[in-house]
T-cell receptor, first 114, second 113 residues
């Protein structure tokens, strides 16, 4: 299975600022996804990162708040913009090689907003 | 609203016993089914996946899928202290949401001495 690395692993940020999270996969993958896990909750899909085109966002998530880039088949970034304490969560990147392969996750980025 | 339901627990299991976790899903178009284990402070780790009706075994873990009844279960045999974690069921409907995972709330498993 692909090895997925995320940076940073954790950060503490001031409200109103933005943070960009990087996700690097050690092999080319078809699909990359970004999930959010709020404290004590399960995972919720934010968006699908599409290579060479705009990301596809799930209901409740918008591009202005969570801009995503995917310049190639191994790398994606998620930016959390204009952060508020409600954005304090774990943000997880996942990758999928093909429809028959299971999805694996990176170690996540633990984000706290003061 | 497509839903994935799990009992939140905690599920208390004596060491050495079998832990049985259940998951139901509402979308009949769901094609792939996964069980992830998540330790506190860690990211989810895939432990089982199943695509066809029936049982699939991997070591101490067995996944069972019944698409007609829309449920998937996970059995953990010979439970060990290291099995204490939250187990999350996830499903994906490849027809209109290729690869997207929808997670249940997770079941916390506690292994007692």
């Amino acid at each position: 299975s692909a090895v997925i690395s995320q940076k940073p692993s954790r950060d503490i940020c001031q409200r109103g600022t933005s943070l960009t999270i990087q996700c690097q996969v050690d092999s080319q993958v078809t699909m990359m996804f970004w999930y959010r896990q709020q404290p004590g909750q399960s995972l919720t899909l934010i968006a699908t990162a599409n290579q060479g085109s705009e990301a596809t966002y799930e209901s409740g998530f918008v591009i202005d708040k969570f801009p995503i880039s995917r310049p190639n088949l191994t790398f994606s970034t998620l930016t959390v913009s204009n952060m508020s304490p409600e954005d304090s969560s774990i943000y997880l990147c996942s990758a999928l090689g093909s429809s028959n392969q299971p999805q694996h996750f990176g170690d996540g980025t633990r984000l706290s907003i003061l | 609203q497509k839903e994935v339901e799990q009992n939140s627990g905690p599920l208390s299991v004596p060491e050495g016993a079998i832990a049985s976790l259940n998951c139901t899903y509402s979308d009949r178009g769901s094609q792939s089914f996964f069980w992830y284990r998540q330790y506190s402070g860690k990211s989810p780790e895939l432990i089982m996946f199943i695509y066809s009706n029936g049982d699939k075994e991997d070591g101490r873990f067995t996944a069972q899928l019944n698409k007609a009844s829309q449920y998937v279960s996970l059995l953990i045999r010979a439970s060990q202290p290291s099995d204490a974690a939250t187990y999350r069921c996830a499903v994906t409907a490849t027809t209109d949401s290729w690869g997207k995972l929808q997670f249940g709330a997770g079941t916390q498993v506690v292994v007692t001495p």
